[in-house]
């Protein structure tokens, strides 16, 4: 790809981006959200047509494609948001489109005996005869991994493949994109975790502004000089220093029990950021639907400013000022469609409303101060959600809950998905929410983020508090040891 640019209204998406790649590599796409990596690969893939630049596939110059002759040329997208149909099952799917006949009808026989061969190829132990609806997330991008082989892929476009993956998935994916690039294959890798690179990688191309700035080996470059790159600035640390300064008690939870966890109990300050640590599955996000009346409670009590209260859904909770922003931001947090001034006055509506009537100037005027107190990166208050970066997203639904004025916000996850430089910034703003006096709560399976934000630090482990660490004990190495051994870490 050489020198390609894309136009959208108002916005230079790409600006002369240039990228190459090579047989039989791993090649990383690293930029801030917005930088421009989707609307590359979008083009690449067809759905996008460029405005200007060249693109050569196998030395050969090629015009704006549609989605299916690209993938007929040999290049195959994995979206975050898998395309399968859930009630087909798995082989039904890798070649759907493409499916074998005999005499005219589907040949179920040959069908089950290619699916099964390109399965075999990834060393995947599954019947190729389960539905779709009844696979792990893991198992559904290995299936697209297979659709992209039978269609004969030659270069995989990989966006956020690790995003919802456990360790032991994630070396599973690792396992299978070796094989790939061994047999020839190419892998475009658009993620985050840079962590994974060292693991995976063989060049990294950095992106900002629509620019493609530098391609390098990995390794060549350290992660700050790489995230200093691609923000526009030197990034001395990734934690944004804090004096926690924890004051009155605003929240008690006393052997809290649901069908999911079973006897919590701990406090939370004012002024104070209380960490959530555990294995997936271990309970955390339980603790927070339980508190927000999203779980019923089997048992246990809930105390808010000194006042014992019942909370029964997460209208209840904000009447009490206890906020949850949710790690599922697009399906929860968010409604995508709208613009950013009515996401993030939705929950204080009857603050603006006055005789049934919306006071329109009030709510811009609302908005306008929080859209500049949060430096949301947008073009107009009216744009909708779903054009954001994953970073303004999530701004925009602390914009939310900072409107409605809660004194406790329970963050699920709250950088997931999120590039490093715009990572810096929630944590300053989390930072900022403690400072001021909110009560926070970080429920994260980020170790390092959950160690440079927190006071103190419970751990999770199969649905029961392992341990409540302060931050002199909370290393990664005890934090481990509880999330894996519960409560016998100890002994």
Not at 290 to 319: M, N, Q, R, W, Y
Not at 347 to 373: F, H, I, T
Request: charged residues 25%.
């Amino acid at each position: 790809m050489k020198d390609i640019s894309k136009k959208f209204p108002g916005v230079l998406a790409l600006d002369h981006a240039n990228l190459e790649i090579k047989k039989g590599e791993v090649h990383i796409l690293l930029g801030e959200n917005g930088a421009g990596k989707s609307t590359l690969i979008k083009i690449l893939a067809g759905a996008y047509s460029r405005d200007s630049g060249e693109i050569f596939f196998e030395g050969k110059k090629l015009g704006n494609l549609s989605p299916k002759q690209v993938q007929t040329l040999g290049i195959s997208t994995i979206y975050q948001e898998f395309n399968l149909i859930p009630h087909l099952n798995i082989a039904e799917n890798i070649f759907l489109g493409k499916e074998p006949l005999s005499h005219g009808l589907l040949d179920k026989k040959e069908l089950y005996k290619k699916a099964t061969e390109i399965i075999n190829r990834l060393d995947l132990n599954i019947d190729v005869r389960r539905k779709i609806s009844d696979l792990s997330v893991a198992q559904q991008q290995m299936v697209e991994v297979a659709k992209a082989l039978a269609f004969g892929a030659k270069i995989i476009i990989m966006d956020e493949p690790t995003a919802t993956l456990t360790d032991t998935e994630i070396n599973s994916l690792f396992d299978t994109i070796k094989k790939i690039t061994s047999q020839g294959g190419s892998i475009i890798y658009i993620s985050h975790r840079m962590e994974e690179f060292e693991r995976i990688g063989d060049r990294i191309t950095i992106m900002r502004d629509g620019k493609t700035l530098r391609t390098v080996k990995v390794g060549e470059m350290s992660m700050n000089d790489m995230i200093g790159l691609m923000a526009g600035r030197k990034i001395t640390e990734q934690y944004p220093p804090y004096e926690a300064n924890p004051q009155e008690e605003v929240l008690k939870v006393d052997h809290l029990t649901t069908d999911k966890v079973t006897d919590i109990s701990f406090t939370l300050h004012k002024g104070e950021i209380l960490g959530f640590a555990g294995l997936v599955g271990s309970g955390r996000t339980e603790i927070a639907r339980g508190i927000i009346g999203v779980d019923p409670l089997k048992s246990g009590s809930i105390t808010v400013f000194g006042e014992e209260v019942k909370i029964h859904s997460p209208k209840d909770a904000i009447k009490k000022s206890i906020a949850y922003l949710p790690e599922s931001r697009k399906e929860e947090g968010l409604i995508l469609k709208m613009g950013i001034q009515d996401n993030i006055t939705i929950a204080s509506l009857s603050a603006y409303e006055k005789a049934l009537v919306l006071n329109k100037g009030k709510e811009k005027e609302d908005s306008e101060y929080y859209r500049n107190k949060l430096e949301i990166k947008i073009a107009s208050l009216k744009q909708k959600v779903e054009d954001l970066s994953g970073g303004n997203q999530q701004k925009v639904v602390m914009a939310k809950w900072l409107l409605s004025k809660c004194k406790i916000l329970i963050f699920d996850e709250p950088t997931r998905g999120i590039d490093a430089g715009a990572k810096y910034e929630i944590y300053k703003l989390i930072n900022s929410l403690a400072a001021t006096g909110t009560a926070v709560i970080v429920i994260s399976s980020d170790l390092p983020e959950v160690l440079n934000l927190s006071t103190r630090i419970c751990v999770m482990h199969r649905g029961k508090m392992a341990g409540m660490l302060n931050r002199e004990e909370a290393t990664q190495e005890n934090i481990l040891k509880y999330a894996t051994l519960g409560g016998t870490a100890n002994e």
